[in-house]
């Protein structure tokens, strides 16, 4: 079958990749529609250490094709989007509703598929990109069948990450002020996480001034090409600064932007050694910096939530798909993405 492999030193779209079928507790999904995000690209320019080879993709939907021993909320012929949580659901993190700290979850890649005989990784206990991939049942949530899988797929990372942060990180309420650094795929969504909490003011800023009509279209009530620009909107600072870029000087700049109680999140990925500094006598207004791994998500409750908000028009799906791509067409793609020119680019197969 077909996939995206990176050995090390190259990406490839080969057809020679074999998966097995589901163990116990397992789901076997046929992949229709897969996001490409910079997490991906961050294995490839080596920002995100992973080992080699390895199917790459993580934000993906399809069709279960088959099922393991013990799994009984999906069957074959249901339509499902996949989350990267493979955690366990018995340890005390689990217990406590949050899976993103699920020690099972983190740093445990698997190697489901093979090529002429030898394994291969799976990203982010997914890879997407590929015609069928092997999940863990928890992995696997049902949406409805009305949902076209080219935007369901982008629930599996950039909505969970974006709005989760709004919602289940930095718990944004009616009436707070936000900032958003970067208007990509997970900065839109962050937006729109902004918009359902029902934030006042709503300010993106991206170096790049043609964003300003979708990140408005998102939710954004200003848009700015610089954040030195904020102050003028929020003189006193921001209830909540969202950094999705992943720069440790724009890191610097969410701190400095903030007003008292304020929260600076940290959603953008730099390289693993990365340091970043502040002021200390700047935070004991009760400020802080949170991280956030994957909106803080529970995605068997969250995936459902945001497919139910997308079928009553309140959560945007289809705006953020600016491209389709075969997966022939992967190099393409990731051109796109590396140069800016897409939101989110979607590979089909």
């Not at 996480?193 to 200003?222: M, S």
């Not at 000087?249 to 990365?274: F, K, S, Y």
């Amino acid at each position: 079958m077909r996939g995206v492999v990176f050995d090390g030193e190259r990406i490839q779209v080969v057809d020679d990749l074999d998966v097995r079928e589901p163990g116990p507790g397992e789901v076997l999904v046929a992949i229709a529609a897969a996001g490409l995000c910079h997490s991906d690209l961050s294995v490839v320019d080596g920002t995100i250490p992973f080992p080699a080879p390895v199917v790459l993709g993580h934000e993906g939907a399809g069709v279960v094709e088959a099922i393991g021993a013990g799994v009984g909320h999906v069957a074959p012929g249901d339509h499902v989007a996949l989350s990267t949580l493979a955690n366990c659901g018995t340890c005390p993190e689990c217990d406590r509703g949050r899976p993103t700290m699920c020690r099972q979850a983190i740093g445990r890649p698997g190697r489901p598929f093979s090529r002429a005989g030898r394994p291969v990784h799976q990203f982010a206990s997914n890879s997407a990109f590929a015609e069928r991939t092997v999940v863990k049942a928890v992995q696997a949530v049902p949406i409805p069948k009305d949902i076209p899988l080219t935007s369901a797929a982008l629930i599996g990372c950039g909505v969970l990450t974006g709005v989760g942060a709004v919602l289940n990180r930095a718990r944004v309420d009616r009436g707070d002020s936000v900032v958003v650094i970067g208007t990509g795929g997970i900065g839109l969504n962050v937006l729109q996480g902004a918009r359902l909490a029902g934030a006042l003011r709503i300010v993106a800023v991206d170096a790049n001034p043609a964003k300003e009509t979708v990140a408005r279209r998102f939710g954004a009530t200003d848009f700015l090409t610089s954040a030195e620009g904020v102050r003028e909107l929020l003189p006193t600072g921001a209830d909540h600064v969202f950094e999705c870029v992943g720069r440790t000087e724009l890191i610097r700049q969410a701190v400095d932007l903030l007003d008292r109680h304020g929260q600076a999140v940290l959603l953008g990925v730099p390289p693993a050694t990365a340091e970043a500094s502040f002021l200390v006598s700047s935070m004991y207004l009760d400020k802080s910096i949170l991280g956030c791994r994957y909106g803080s998500s529970r995605p068997q409750r969250d995936i459902a939530l945001y497919a139910g908000l997308y079928r009553q028009g309140r959560l945007l799906l289809d705006e953020l798909v600016t491209e389709t791509y075969p997966v022939e067409d992967f190099e393409k793609a990731r051109a796109d993405a590396e140069a800016g020119r897409v939101a989110r680019g979607v590979l089909t197969f």
